[in-house]
């Protein structure tokens, strides 16, 4: 009866005072070398993973096992709310614009990998099915990592932050996917069949058809309906509390309903945030009448009082017609301040995941690295390497922004056409004949041409001498309107071929394919998740059980040092970027081009 009293209940004790300051200290600590970091370089993220490296099980073990498990699970839902912000601050006419060289830089992202870690069987000794769960841990890219830096950068809502997002966003479902095909394996290759592979593929696809359908279909022509009986919907439906009511429910019932489905919960959380967009933006629509003047119209002319005058394309507005537009205006500001998805997480969310769960989420990554076990000879120089392949495997991918010239190949094949053209040269021996019958027909004619041509010199300098009387004698007036044309066409030729040879095409800035390819290098939790779980399921295994396998140290390795790495060098470009765009104020020279548009 005891036992079940005990089971009937958690009994409530006060925590100690080392584990209250344990536990302060280390919420304070993260959040410190967030902000420091973030001032410098823009990664504060690598500090939290410091801070878990430091705290948990592979340093000081300040925290108990039972504590990181806690905080893993409160940082994945940080990370779940990571990426929702990232579907709220996503553009669907930007993504449908740049949906072709996303998918080309999430392509690239995942082959290159995939490909080049098969070079693990010659410096490892690994098997085929241990280079690719290697592949498929680092073809994946962080997420939480992507949108911690394109935020912190103010870069997530530009055009490369559209491009970089999506693409890291694909190569994560794939990671995923690989989750459930490792999974499936369960450490043998027997069991690799069509279905462990094809399954995962096309429930997540299936997941995104049915949810554009669900839209399309339903709540599409559900919302016209409502919006058709407008009186008799209750005021409270249009309250930010009932917009935080009905969002909340969306993206839980959006990630549980992706999860049982067999596909990734992050990728679910996305498209929450996408379709909230998309509604927000056909509320806005509906609601505001197609006669009514956006809030960014400028004024008219005060000074144009004409009732007629149309001096700056303008029309001339009367009374009437400008109460009409102020209250056309205040309905468009009445509209514009509608509970919106982006303004819902603004008040209830941001917070609490901005100083809590994502630094708990980026601590969590620190307690999966094994540091202790890392520092061997034979792994070092090996993890070294196999990260320098995998960085410049993702490096690779930002050549797609790159925007080759023609000219160079131009030169090139000018190039190659001069020794052919110099060729008749060497056959001048077979033509000595004809030449110096020509030099002696050429001599002979030369008296006669040099007179004719002195006679034409004098003709024309006497032709000159009397147009310059002419002119003298005549009125300002009366000068031939001819003369000034012909001064200056000589002058706007030369001008133009000049510019035509002597000025190159205006380079192209290489910010964007580098910010690009260093954002998509940081790996991180799903990394680590594929390579516990191939660890877990004895396809590293090694000799002894109890022992962590060389090929799996090597791997956290290369994911280790593309997480920190590539942080860090976003970062600095991005302070460099920054540096450039103040210096140039508003001369329109932008490092970023149409990327940061």
């Known amino acids: 009866m005891a036992g079940d009293n005990s089971d009937a209940a958690f009994a409530y004790h006060e925590p100690p005072l080392a584990t209250i300051l344990n536990q302060t200290g280390?919420?304070?600590?993260?959040?410190?070398?967030?902000?420091?970091?973030?001032?410098?370089?823009?990664?504060?993220?690598?500090?939290?993973?410091?801070?878990?490296?430091?705290?948990?099980?592979?340093?000081?073990?300040?925290?108990?096992?039972?504590?990181?498990?806690?905080?893993?699970?409160?940082?994945?839902?940080?990370?779940?709310?990571?990426?929702?912000e990232g579907g709220l601050s996503t553009s669907i006419k930007s993504v449908r614009a740049n949906l072709m060289v996303s998918l080309c830089v999430a392509i690239t992202g995942i082959g290159a990998p995939m490909g080049l870690s098969f070079i693990l069987k010659e410096l490892v000794g690994a098997t085929s099915l241990q280079a690719f769960a290697a592949g498929a841990a680092l073809s994946a890219t962080s997420l939480g990592t992507t949108f911690t830096i394109l935020s912190t950068t103010n870069l997530i809502s530009t055009r490369l932050g559209t491009v970089t997002t999506n693409a890291a966003m694909i190569d994560?479902?794939?990671?995923?996917?690989?989750?459930?095909?490792?999974?499936n394996l369960g450490g043998s290759a027997s069991s690799f069949t069509a279905v462990t592979?094809?399954?995962?593929?096309?429930?997540?696809?299936?997941?995104?058809v049915g949810l554009y359908l669900l839209c399309a279909c339903f709540i599409r022509p559900v919302f016209k309906r409502v919006?058709?009986?407008?009186?008799?919907?209750?005021?409270?439906?249009?309250?930010?509390?009932?917009?935080?009511?009905?969002?909340?429910?969306?993206?839980?019932?959006?990630?549980?309903?992706?999860?049982?489905?067999?596909?990734s919960s992050l990728f679910a959380a996305y498209l929450a945030g996408v379709i909230v967009t998309w509604f927000d933006g056909m509320v806005a629509d509906l609601k505001i009448p197609p006669g009514t003047v956006p809030q960014d119209t400028p004024p008219?002319?005060?000074?144009?009082?004409?009732?007629?005058?149309?001096?700056?394309?303008?029309?001339?507005?009367?009374?009437?017609?400008?109460?009409?537009?102020?209250?056309?205006?205040?309905?468009?500001?009445?509209?514009?301040?509608?509970p919106t998805g982006e303004r819902v997480y603004e008040k209830y969310y941001k917070q609490p995941v901005v100083r809590i769960l994502t630094p708990l989420f980026f601590a969590s990554i620190g307690f999966a690295i094994p540091?202790?076990?890392?520092?061997?000879?034979?792994?070092?120089?090996?993890?070294?390497?196999?990260?320098?392949?995998?960085?410049?495997?993702k490096l690779i991918t930002g050549i797609w922004l790159v925007r080759f010239s023609l000219r160079p190949l131009s030169s090139f094949a000018s190039g190659l056409k001069r020794p052919f053209s110099r060729i008749p040269l060497f056959c001048v021996s077979t033509r000595t004949d004809k030449l110096e019958k020509g030099k002696q027909q050429t001599a002979a004619e030369t008296p006669i041409q040099s007179s004719e041509d002195s006679t034409d010199v004098s003709n024309n300098q006497?032709?000159?001498?009397?147009?310059?009387?002419?002119?003298?004698?005549?009125?300002?007036?009366?000068?031939?309107?001819?003369?000034?044309?012909?001064?200056?066409?000589?002058?706007?030729?030369t001008s133009r071929?000049?510019?035509?040879?002597?000025?190159?095409?205006?380079?192209?800035?290489?910010?964007?394919?580098?910010?690009?390819?260093?954002?998509?290098?940081?790996?991180?939790?799903?990394?680590?998740?594929?390579?516990?779980?191939?660890?877990?399921?004895?396809?590293?295994?090694?000799?002894?059980?109890?022992?962590?396998?060389?090929?799996?140290?090597?791997?956290?390795?290369?994911?280790?040092?593309?997480?920190?790495?590539?942080?860090?060098?976003?970062?600095?470009?991005?302070?460099r970027v920054k540096k450039l765009q103040k210096m140039r104020g508003n001369s329109g020279s932008d490092p970023l081009g149409v990327w940061g548009i």
């Open 26 to 84: 280390f919420l304070v600590v993260l959040n410190v070398v967030n902000v420091c970091l973030d001032k410098i370089l823009y990664c504060g993220l690598i500090g939290q993973l410091f801070i878990g490296i430091l705290w948990g099980t592979p340093g000081a073990k300040w925290l108990d096992r039972e504590t990181e498990t806690v905080i893993q699970q409160l940082g994945y839902l940080g990370l779940i709310m990571l990426v929702y």
């Open 172 to 183: 994560d479902v794939v990671g995923l996917v690989m989750v459930q095909i490792i999974s």
């Open 197 to 208: 592979v094809i399954r995962p593929v096309f429930v997540s696809i299936g997941f995104a």
């Open 227 to 263: 919006i058709s009986v407008k009186p008799k919907v209750p005021n409270f439906i249009g309250s930010m509390q009932f917009a935080f009511l009905y969002q909340t429910a969306f993206l839980v019932g959006i990630v549980a309903g992706a999860t049982y489905a067999g596909t």
């Open 300 to 338: 008219t002319d005060p000074n144009s009082s004409n009732p007629g005058a149309q001096d700056n394309g303008t029309p001339y507005l009367s009374e009437e017609s400008q109460t009409s537009t102020s209250d056309a205006s205040s309905k468009g500001t009445r509209c514009d301040e509608s």
């Open 371 to 393: 540091i202790t076990e890392m520092f061997r000879g034979n792994v070092v120089w090996r993890g070294v390497i196999y990260a320098l392949l995998m960085m410049f495997a």
């Open 462 to 493: 006497a032709n000159t001498q009397n147009q310059m009387t002419k002119n003298r004698g005549s009125s300002p007036s009366e000068k031939p309107a001819s003369q000034p044309e012909s001064q200056d066409e000589p002058q706007a030729t």
């Open 497 to 575: 071929r000049s510019s035509a040879v002597t000025f190159p095409p205006k380079p192209k800035s290489l910010y964007p394919s580098s910010i690009l390819g260093l954002a998509m290098v940081a790996r991180g939790e799903v990394g680590y998740l594929i390579a516990s779980l191939s660890q877990s399921q004895g396809i590293f295994a090694s000799g002894s059980s109890g022992e962590i396998s060389e090929i799996y140290l090597v791997i956290i390795w290369a994911i280790s040092i593309c997480t920190l790495i590539g942080p860090i060098c976003v970062g600095t470009l991005v302070k």
